[in-house]
């Protein structure tokens, strides 16, 4: 390989262009930690808000 086609493969990654691992490393990040964070944050939020509307508004009448 001659220093042209390194320098553009080098300027071809510099600009943006994502290789197949930092795809897969950002695919894994966000279905692993990402998703499972977000839903149980989500799910305690709105836990948290019923509780508290349970606490000023009392139980619901059924």
Known sequence: MDNA???NATMDNASGA????????V??????VLAPVLAVALVGTYGLVI????IFLGPPHG
């Open 18 to 25: 994502a290789t197949k691992s930092e795809e897969r490393n």
């Open 27 to 32: 695919f894994l990040f966000l279905a692993v």
């Open 5 to 7: 086609s390194m320098d």
């Open 51 to 54: 509780w508290i509307s349970q």
